[in-house]
C-alpha cells in the first residue's frame, strides 16, 4: 500500500509504502509517470494520431489552395489548338504565390513524423517486452541505440529520423514494399 504525502517545507512529495520509504520531487515523479508511458508505447501511439490529425488538416488546406490555383488558372488560360499540338498561355499575376500551396511539403513532413512516431514506439516497446532491463534502465530515451537486424555491433541512436533506418530494428516484424520505402527515404 502506498501513501502520498506532500512536505510543505520541502515541497517534495512523500511516497511511503511498506517495501520501501522514497522522497521524490514532484518533477522526479513527473519524470517516472511519462517515462512508463512512454516505454509502455501508449504515448508514442498518442502522438502519432495527433501527428497524423495534424498532416490531414494540413492537406487539406493544401488541397483547397490547390483547388482555388487551378480554378483561376483555367479561368484565366488562353488555349490554341494547332494541328497536334494544343498551347495553353497563362500569364501569372505578379507576387509570390499563395503560401498555401508549400503546404504539401508540411503534410508530408508531418506524416513522415507520425510513421516515425509509431515505429519507435514498436521498437521500445518490443526491446522493453523483450528485456525490460534494455530499457529500464535508460534514463533518457535520447541516448538510446536499437539494434538491427543481421548486426550485433552496430547499433543505431533512436534520434534517427530516418525510416529505414528505424524499420532495420531487430525486433521490427513490419515489412514495406520497394515503392513504399523509396516514399520514406523521400520523407
Do not use: C
Not at 10 to 39: C, G, Q, V
Amino acid at each position: 500500500m502506498a501513501v502520498l504525502v506532500t512536505d510543505t517545507n520541502t515541497k517534495k512529495f512523500i511516497i511511503t509504502s511498506m517495501a520501501k520509504n522514497e522522497t521524490a520531487t514532484a518533477e522526479e515523479d513527473l519524470k517516472r509517470y511519462w517515462y512508463s508511458r512512454w516505454k509502455e508505447g501508449f504515448e508514442w501511439l498518442t502522438m502519432a494520431r495527433t501527428l497524423r490529425a495534424t498532416s490531414d488538416n494540413i492537406r487539406g488546406v493544401f488541397l483547397a489552395a490547390e483547388q482555388r490555383f487551378l480554378r483561376d488558372f483555367w479561368e484565366k488560360a488562353e488555349v490554341k489548338r494547332e494541328g497536334d499540338a494544343i498551347h495553353i498561355k497563362r500569364d501569372f499575376p505578379p507576387g509570390p504565390p499563395d503560401p498555401e500551396m508549400d503546404m504539401y511539403r508540411v503534410y508530408m513532413g508531418q506524416a513522415g513524423y507520425a510513421i516515425e512516431n509509431l515505429l519507435k514506439g514498436i521498437i521500445i516497446s518490443g526491446m522493453w517486452l523483450d528485456d525490460p532491463q534494455s530499457i529500464d534502465g535508460v534514463d533518457d530515451f535520447k541516448k538510446l541505440s536499437f539494434p538491427l537486424k543481421g548486426s550485433a555491433t552496430h547499433p543505431t541512436h533512436i534520434k534517427t529520423h530516418e525510416l529505414v533506418d528505424l524499420l532495420s530494428a531487430k525486433n521490427m516484424n513490419l515489412t514495406f514494399g520497394t515503392e513504399e520505402k523509396k516514399i520514406m527515404k523521400k520523407t
